[in-house]
Structure formats: structure tokens, C-alpha cells
């Protein structure tokens, strides 16, 4: 075993103990999230209503996770009672519910998130009608006086801004500082009723477990007939059927498991980068046209034939003048000086120099010096610099 092996499994097992370590002395936290789950135990689940609502309902209830629209469009059904627990539900949905209810069927709705269109067709608007931490809901009915239920936790302080005449009011909302506010209606629509609460809290585990608050609920829920009940439950309630559901419903498994997960993912990638094999250093490709150069230029040094070297130069001068300023290079004479210096704006004394020594490069009598050649090659360049 390589030593640089050893020491990743002596990291990750130190890692290891130190996060076991934290979750063992970790304490749990509790979700306030208004989930409205019948599956959830936290505060605002609604687990211990969903196990005591065969009781309230006498046997009589019948859950389903389908839509509304669904559900009517498959089968036809006698009168009877619906339930909606802060379920958000579709359009289509909810004109299903109140053609049910137009048919002589009764509707009770705990929610605040029912539609504008749908709460203007039943007969009231609400909105927000109070910020205190603390409520009381109470019952208008005078043989219900005695049971009522104290919101402490995370009120939604919803109620009816505004309700049509014919719309009676069943509860309210009541509070120290402010006039009470209606949050409990019915309203008759077709042959049936249409009951809607707006403040669903007092249904979640929270407030069902605590002493008398039991009798808030039955009593809202008796205005229901004795009859069949169909509740429409949330969607997202389904229990998983993943064969890793209860490591991940876990969060301590969960939590260990993503980490060995990543463990094993930084021991793959530490362990195959060790065992790559050497990229080969691959050389740029020389040039050879430079090295040509070069030895050209090193062949006329030794020769010391400088006259003929400026006899190129001036030769390759020319043919660059030719080709880039599109200058006529037949005679070198006054005409051809203006040009060249109109079209660099080098002086005309550098120019003339210039001209004088390609003429002696070319005169094959000429006396060229190595001063001479150096000279031009300095002058050739300033011009075309």
C-alpha cells in the first residue's frame, strides 16, 4: 500500500468520526413550516387529524390524492360532503366543487388560498386582518360559546374583509386590542352549502395535542351532515417507494451517506490521478527557413563579397517599394526620391543617401566597402521602419 494511500484513509476516517461525533451530539431542530402534510409529525402537520378523522367522520371518510376535475369526471356521486384541507387546487377543480355543491352536495374549505374569482362568486373577499402574535377563535353559536382555541404560533391573521348579506357568519377572530373579524361563513349556493374557514392552523398536530383544543375542531366540523365525506388531499402526501426511502427519510443516515458517497468519489479521483501515465513532452517543430538564413547570411560574411550583398538588399528594397507603395522603381532619379518620401515622410537627405548607395550596389565597378553595406542596411530599414 503507497504511503500517499495510507494518509487519504487516515483523513477520511478522522473525518469520518468528527462528523459522527457532531451528529450524535446534534440537536434536533423543528420545521415551522405550514406544510399541512398528512404524513408530517412536525408542528404544522397534519398527522394526529389524519389519524382521528376516521373517528370524527364516523367510518364514514373516504381520502383521495386525485384532483377534484378528476375525480367528478370518472364517476358520478349522490349528495354528500367534501373536504379541503389548505390544498391548492385548479380552476377546472374547483368549478367541479361548486357543481357538486350547486347539486345539493355540502363543501367545507379550510384554507386561505382560495381564489379570487371563486371567493367573488360565493360571496366574500378576504385579506389580511390582523398582525398580533396571538389570537382566539371562537364560535358564533351560542351552544358552542365554551369551546375555543388560542392561536399563539404563527397565526395567518386572514379574515373576511367584506361578505354579502345572505353570507352567515359562523366564527370569528378575537383579540384585545381590535374588533373582532369574521374568519367562519356559510353561504347557501344552489341546493347545497358552501362552508369556508380561513384559518386551517388549529386542524395541525401543534394545536390538536394540546388539552380542549379537540372541541374547537368537531364542533366545525359538525356542521357537516351525517353522510359520506370525501376529503381531497395533498398531492405531495404519497409515501415514497424508493428502495433508499428510509435511509434518506433519515437525516442521520442521510447525512452519512452522502458522505461516504463523496469519500468514495475523492478516493476514485485521487487514485486514478496518481496512476496516469506521462504525457511525452513533444518538441515544436524547428525553422528551417530561418536556419537557411542564417547560413546564407554566414556563407557571404565569410566570403567578404559585400558588393553583392548590397546589390540584393538594394534588389529586395526595390521589389518591397514595388509591391507595398506601388511606387515605379525603373529610374531612381528625382521624380522617384518625391514619391518615396511623400509615401514614408522620412527625410529627403536619408532618401537621397539610400538611392545613392543602391546605385552603388548596382554599379558593378564600384568600390563597396563593409561600412558601406552596414550603412545601407541601416538606412533600407529606417525607411521601411
Not at 261 to 270: D, N, T
Request: hydrophobic residues 40%; proline residues 3%; aromatic residues 12%.
Amino acid at each position: 500500500m503507497k504511503k500517499t494511500f495510507k494518509i487519504y484513509a487516515v483523513i477520511f476516517i478522522v473525518v469520518m468520526l468528527i462528523l459522527a461525533l457532531l451528529e450524535v451530539n446534534k440537536k434536533e431542530t423543528v420545521s415551522w413550516r405550514k406544510n399541512f402534510d398528512v404524513n408530517e409529525k412536525s408542528p404544522f402537520g397534519l398527522f394526529v387529524f389524519n389519524n382521528e378523522a376516521k373517528d370524527l367522520f364516523k367510518n364514514n371518510l373516504k381520502k383521495t390524492e386525485e384532483a377534484p376535475y378528476d375525480y367528478y369526471s370518472q364517476r358520478k356521486k349522490e349528495a354528500h360532503n367534501i373536504v379541503v384541507i389548505q390544498n391548492e387546487l385548479d380552476k377546472e377543480s374547483w368549478k367541479k366543487i361548486l357543481d357538486q355543491v350547486s347539486d345539493g352536495s355540502d363543501a367545507l374549505i379550510l384554507s386561505n388560498k382560495v381564489p379570487k374569482d371563486v371567493s367573488d362568486s360565493i360571496g366574500y373577499y378576504d385579506s389580511d386582518i390582523s398582525f398580533a402574535e396571538q389570537n382566539v377563535l371562537k364560535l358564533t353559536d351560542k351552544q358552542y360559546q365554551n369551546d375555543f382555541i388560542q392561536l399563539d404560533k404563527f397565526p395567518s391573521g386572514k379574515g373576511f374583509s367584506y361578505i354579502k348579506p345572505k353570507v352567515e357568519v359562523l366564527g370569528k377572530t378575537v383579540e384585545k386590542n381590535n374588533s373582532d373579524q369574521a374568519n367562519f361563513i356559510k353561504t347557501k349556493f344552489g341546493k347545497g352549502n358552501i362552508y369556508i374557514h380561513c384559518e386551517p392552523l388549529f386542524l395541525t398536530n401543534y394545536y390538536l395535542l394540546k388539552p380542549g383544543n379537540q372541541k374547537y375542531a368537531q364542533d366545525v366540523f359538525s356542521y357537516l351532515q351525517d353522510r359520506e365525506t370525501i376529503w381531497f388531499v395533498k398531492k405531495n402526501t404519497k409515501m415514497s417507494r424508493f428502495f433508499m426511502r428510509f435511509v434518506l427519510s433519515n437525516p442521520a443516515l442521510k447525512y452519512a451517506w452522502w458522505v461516504f458517497l463523496g469519500g468514495l468519489v475523492l478516493f476514485i479521483f485521487f487514485n486514478t490521478k496518481r496512476k496516469q501515465r506521462i504525457v511525452p513532452v513533444l518538441e515544436p517543430l524547428r525553422n528551417t527557413s530561418l536556419d537557411f538564413v542564417k547560413s546564407i547570411g554566414n556563407l557571404y560574411l565569410q566570403e567578404g563579397d559585400f558588393h553583392d550583398m548590397m546589390a540584393k538588399k538594394g534588389q529586395y528594397f526595390l521589389n518591397k517599394i514595388r509591391m507595398d507603395l506601388l511606387i515605379d522603381t525603373q529610374h531612381l532619379d528625382a521624380d522617384f526620391a518625391n514619391k518615396l518620401q511623400l509615401k514614408t515622410g522620412k527625410p529627403m537627405e536619408m532618401i537621397s543617401e539610400a538611392i545613392a548607395l543602391i546605385k552603388k550596389g548596382q554599379d558593378p565597378y564600384a568600390n563597396v566597402m563593409k561600412e558601406d553595406l552596414i550603412r545601407m542596411n541601416k538606412l533600407l530599414d529606417e525607411i521601411m521602419g
